[in-house]
């Protein structure tokens, strides 16, 4: 049951994923979700430089926390886990920079917030791999991970959100309509998905130490 249950969050994870990224694939501005800011003509590459990284540490990322992937197979955790840190440090500080150009105020500090906060968890748990504090290790990749998925979650959690945005206007959609709605939802949706994340980690990682 609880193998099924993991492959179907994979598939979640997956799925959300390749749906965020697919309409980079073209390589055309015009398909851009990230509304673009004319005054740095490098923002749409950077953009897409970030989501490809992104994406790329998201998927080495997934087995790095199988027990049975590392004992088998640790040169492969090894090198997986090289890409996934130069992954993030590189997408992480491309999110850095595009930060600057975004234009809603609210949507920048939940990225320069997302930002750090990757590089700070990924840093901490490679220096932690290097000096060979294994266990520590694993607590901050963990919560690197955890940052990581916030892209999903944060999408996730929209359908739950509009829910919630409808109940406390009884119902009554605002003079924008649905379009504004969302607009309002989409500025605060990666602060709800960074909450919501980490307060799954730490009671994960902080729940086995209380009981020691």
């Known amino acids: 049951m609880s193998k099924m249950l993991g492959i179907f969050v994979i598939l979640i994870i997956l799925g959300v994923a390749v749906a965020a990224v697919f309409p980079y694939v073209t390589l055309n501005p015009a398909n851009s979700r990230v509304e673009l800011n004319g005054n740095f003509p490098l923002f749409y590459t950077f953009l897409v430089l970030h989501i490809g990284t992104a994406l790329l540490a998201l998927v080495s990322g997934l087995f790095q926390f199988s027990e049975r ?4 197979f640790p040169a492969r955790h090894r090198v997986l886990g ?3 840190v130069v992954s993030v440090m590189v997408s992480g500080c491309l999110g850095l920079v595009i930060t600057v150009y975004v ?8 990225f320069l917030a997302l930002s750090f906060l990757w590089l700070f968890t990924t840093w901490k748990g490679f220096r932690y791999a290097v000096s060979k504090q294994f266990p520590e290790h694993r607590i901050w990749m ?4 955890a940052v990581t998925l916030v892209a999903t979650s944060a999408r996730l959690i929209v359908p739950l959100c509009m829910l919630l945005y409808a109940a406390m206007r009884g119902f009554h959609l605002p003079e924008g309509g649905i379009q504004q709605m969302v607009a309002e939802i989409l500025q605060v949706n990666i602060w709800i998905g960074l909450l919501i994340n980490f307060c799954l980690v730490e ?3 902080l729940k086995p130490r209380k009981a020691r």
């Not at 234009?103 to 939940?110: G, H, I, L, S, V």
């Open 142 to 145: 963990i919560r690197s991970y």
């Open 203 to 205: 009671w994960v990682l």
């Open 103 to 110: 234009d809603n105020f609210t949507k920048a500090m939940a």
């Open 82 to 84: 090289r890409i996934y």
């Open 69 to 72: 992937f590392r004992i088998r």
